[in-house]
């Protein structure tokens, strides 16, 4: 009943084939593009093409375009130029059209954005009912609950994972960029990154290419167990939390309980479903965290067009806007503009804890997750 994941490991490099003997130098600068994977080219934010890849290949071309701007902006947004700045302002990637898999769409999703400014959808009022924003040494990363057919996504969709690889090389979207302004000297194209959907849950991390393990953290060959192990969190629904943080382990490395440090290897999915994980990921510890409400963060949202499922509502006390607006904490705290972490409640509830096992399994780790934490999943992840 869960739908699996469309494969994008990319561990098979430069597939792409040779196609003759370019005649001029515009030929010769465009094979090199296309025989370029997209994780090794640099963008400036603020001279980007009209697409990253202008490229004719086996998956066809690039669906939307990365030049985003006040006439692209809205519903029917193609803008494949994504950003993650702040709790408050961070973008997704979801389907182009309604009621789709992600599994079937990942190399035309589009951003969908939690406020309006950046020539992309907009995410709608109420869809985003939990999240954290984790900033680490090394990456910067936004996690929580969606409800996800408010973006195009089916309700059932178990998800999958969106990176800049994928087998050709050419990304998930194609051509698909994400920037953030959070590493200063204005906007920085974060040229590793993933973001996994599915299961009214999500997680995107973009790692800093500054740091010397950028691919490590922002791995990508883990795309059937979900945001517990790419991205282990807290995940508390009606709470909105902005944090400092350890990093995590490398996706996919685990320290037994002898000390030994392990190299999860995913299956093929011709083996069939992952039914059970030899390691539960470590949440990393936080350090400090400032809640904010979602009616104060999230503003300019359009309200939904189309209708939202209960999955998420119906499971959890505290999962509406409303219902996190009423949180005593809210009024406290300081404005949504504000990244500074320094005024932290150093014991939010949505923190995380160091070296807490992740709760549950989201995002395309269900079936893991049940195997894993039992019932728990069911609370959260109702399907
Ligand atoms: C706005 O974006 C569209 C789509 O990328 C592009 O064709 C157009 O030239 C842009 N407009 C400006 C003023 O940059």
Redesign the pocket.
């Known amino acids: 009943m869960l739908t699996v994941l469309a494969v994008s490991l990319a561990v098979l490099a430069g597939s792409a084939a040779a196609k003759g003997t370019p005649t001029n130098h515009h030929a010769i600068a465009q094979r090199q593009d296309a025989n370029t994977p997209l994780a090794s080219q640099h963008f400036n934010y603020n001279s980007l093409p ?1 697409q990253a890849d202008p490229n004719d290949g086996e998956r066809g071309r690039q669906s939307g ?1 990365n ?3 006040s ?2 902006e809205g519903p029917t947004s193609q803008c494949q130029t994504a950003i993650i700045n702040s709790l408050d302002d961070f973008c997704l990637w979801g389907p182009p059209v309604p009621n789709s898999a992600v599994g079937d769409t990942e190399g035309q999703s589009v951003a969908w954005c939690t406020k309006p400014g950046h ?1 992309t959808r907009v995410i709608p009022q109420g869809a985003i009912t939990g999240a954290q924003f984790m900033r680490t040494p090394d990456y910067i990363q936004i996690t929580g609950l969606i409800n996800q057919v408010l973006i195009d996504m089916a309700a059932d969709d178990g998800g999958g994972e969106m990176d800049p690889h994928g087998a050709d090389q050419r990304g998930n979207p194609l051509g698909g960029l994400l920037f953030t302004n959070a590493w200063g000297n204005g906007y920085t194209q974060a040229i590793e990154w993933h973001n996994f959907m599915g299961s009214n849950v999500f997680c995107l991390k973009a790692c800093d290419p500054k740091g010397a393990h950028a691919a490590d953290y922002c791995q990508h060959v883990f795309d059937r167990i979900g945001c517990q192990y790419n991205a282990p969190a807290a995940y508390v629904d009606g709470e909105f939390t902005s944090c400092l943080g350890e990093s995590q382990d490398f996706p996919g490395v685990y320290t037994g309980a002898d000390g030994v440090v392990t190299t999860y290897q995913q299956p093929p999915e011709s083996l069939g479903p992952i039914s059970s994980m030899p390691y539960t990921a470590r949440i990393p510890a936080s350090s400090s965290c400032t809640t904010f409400t979602s009616a104060a963060i999230y503003t300019g949202q359009p309200t939904p067009s189309v209708a939202a499922t209960t999955s998420v509502a119906a499971s959890t006390p505290a999962s509406s806007a409303a219902a996190a607006a009423t949180t005593p904490a809210a009024a406290a705290k300081s404005s949504a503009a504000s990244k500074s972490a320094a005024t932290s409640s150093a014991a939010s509830a949505s923190g995380n804890a160091a070296g807490a096992p992740a709760k549950f399994g989201m995002g395309g780790v269900w079936s893991i997750a049940i195997g894993v934490v039992g019932a728990a999943v069911g609370a959260v992840v109702a399907l």
């Open positions: 009209y375009y030049i985003c701007n006439t692209t020539g």
